[in-house]
C-alpha cells in the first residue's frame, strides 16, 4: 500500500488556502447572482433599444455562466475539504495512490492523480 498523504502541516496550509477561495468565491457568486438578476434589469428600459436590450442579455448571460462556474469551483472545493477531514485528500480518487504534489499546487481539489486524469480524458 502506498498511501501516503501530504504532510500534516502542508495540509493545514492548503485547507486555509482553500477556504480563503471558497470565501472568496461566495462573495463572487453572489455578486454575480445579483448581476445576473433578471430583477436588476427591468427597471432600465431597454425596451425601446433592441440593442441595449441585447447587450444586457449578453452581460446577464455571461454573469450567470461565470456564476455556475464558481459554483462548480465551490462544490470541488467543499469536496475537498470534506476529503480532508476524512483523511482522503490528495489521495487519487481512482487508483487510491497520493496524486502528485505539484498536480495539487496547480489544482487544490484534484481528486484523480495524473495517470488517471489522462485516461478519463481519453475515456481509457
Ligand atoms: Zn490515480
Same mark, same amino acid.
Given at each position: 500500500m502506498a498511501r501516503k498523504q501530504p =504532510?500534516? %502541516?502542508?495540509l493545514r *496550509?492548503?485547507?486555509? /488556502?482553500? $477556504? *480563503?477561495e471558497r470565501a472568496q468565491l461566495v462573495a463572487?457568486? =453572489? /455578486? #454575480? &447572482? *445579483?448581476e445576473a438578476d433578471v430583477n436588476n434589469w427591468r427597471e432600465g428600459g431597454f425596451d425601446d433599444d433592441p440593442a441595449d436590450a441585447g447587450? =444586457?442579455?449578453f /452581460?446577464? $448571460?455571461t454573469a450567470q455562466s461565470l456564476s455556475n462556474h464558481a459554483r462548480g #469551483?465551490?462544490?470541488?472545493?467543499d469536496d475537498a475539504l470534506r476529503? !480532508? &477531514? *476524512? +483523511?482522503?485528500? +490528495?489521495?487519487?480518487?481512482?487508483?487510491?495512490e497520493a496524486i502528485e504534489p505539484e498536480r495539487l499546487e496547480a489544482i487544490p481539489y484534484a481528486t484523480l492523480? !495524473? &495517470?488517471? %486524469?489522462r485516461r478519463e480524458e481519453t475515456g481509457r
Open positions: =504532510a500534516q %502541516k502542508q *496550509a492548503r485547507r486555509e /488556502e482553500l $477556504e *480563503a463572487q457568486v =453572489a /455578486e #454575480l &447572482d *445579483a447587450s =444586457a442579455s /452581460e446577464r $448571460e #469551483l465551490l462544490t470541488q472545493i476529503r !480532508m &477531514d *476524512a +483523511g482522503t485528500y +490528495g489521495l487519487c480518487e481512482r487508483c487510491g492523480c !495524473m &495517470d488517471c %486524469k
